[in-house]
């Protein structure tokens, strides 16, 4: 079956440590995406990668770091910098382009992972 | 950047009952998507509409969507318990190379 794995589920970590969640899809999208979730506030987006070797900043990207090695793989680490990061984290990817009329096309979404640091 | 916004935020109803939902953006757009939610889990796509499109519709679900009034609703009919998540519009706004959320429309369905 295609998807989008995140692992792990659960991922507890001490404040200062840097923290990497992973990504991955077996969908054959070009674009993946990073979105952070907080009770109240929807999804905001991290960062997104269009292309392998490429990716863009969301409107919430500092503290957080990406990599796009791979089309099938999109880390994020959170940083020690990042000053709020307990929070749950979901993955999506899309096909790109979607074409003429719809610019952004449908996410499939990974199951999340919930980071809780203390 | 541009956010659909649900209304209401939560909805408590009977199962059989329907369920509907609104969202409304602020910019002109190139379609509307409408995503579901169980707790604790990702996203779920349920429909897109264009904004050539007045309705459309996907088995129980019916979406509409008024591009002069900037809004959408989404109407659930014939609920069961397990369509008990939180429903989230996202916009594909024009000139933009990313969907907008809203902040969810959360939905309990009684048995």
């Known amino acids: 079956d295609g998807g989008i794995t995140q692992s792990p589920k659960y991922l507890f970590r001490k404040e200062g440590q840097n923290v990497t969640l992973s990504c991955e899809q077996n969908?054959?999208?070009?674009?993946m995406y990073w979105y952070r979730q907080d009770p109240g506030q929807g999804l905001r987006l991290i960062y997104y990668?269009?292309?392998?070797?490429?990716?863009q900043k969301g409107d919430i990207a500092e503290g957080y770091s990406v990599s796009r090695e791979k089309k099938e793989s999109f880390p994020l680490t959170v940083t020690s910098a990042q000053k709020n990061p307990t929070a749950f984290y979901l993955c999506a990817s899309s096909i790109f382009p979607a074409g003429p009329e719809i610019r952004n096309s449908p996410l499939h979404f990974g199951n999340g992972t919930r980071l809780t640091v203390t | 950047s541009q956010q659909g916004e649900e209304d209401p935020q939560a909805l408590s109803i009977q199962e059989g009952e329907n369920a509907t939902m609104n969202c409304s953006y602020k910019t002109s757009i190139n379609n509307l998507q409408w995503y579901r939610q169980n707790s604790g889990r990702g996203l779920v796509h349920l429909i897109l509409i264009r904004s050539n499109e007045r309705e459309k519709h996907s088995g129980r679900l019916r979406v509409t969507l008024d591009t002069s009034k900037k809004s959408s609703s989404l109407l659930i009919t014939a609920s069961r318990a397990a369509d008990t998540a939180s429903y989230f519009c996202a916009t594909d706004a024009r000139g933009n190379n990313r969907l907008a959320f809203g902040k969810g429309n959360q939905v309990v369905v009684i048995p």
């Open positions: 990668s269009q292309i392998v070797n490429d990716f």
């Open positions: 969908l054959n999208h070009d674009a």
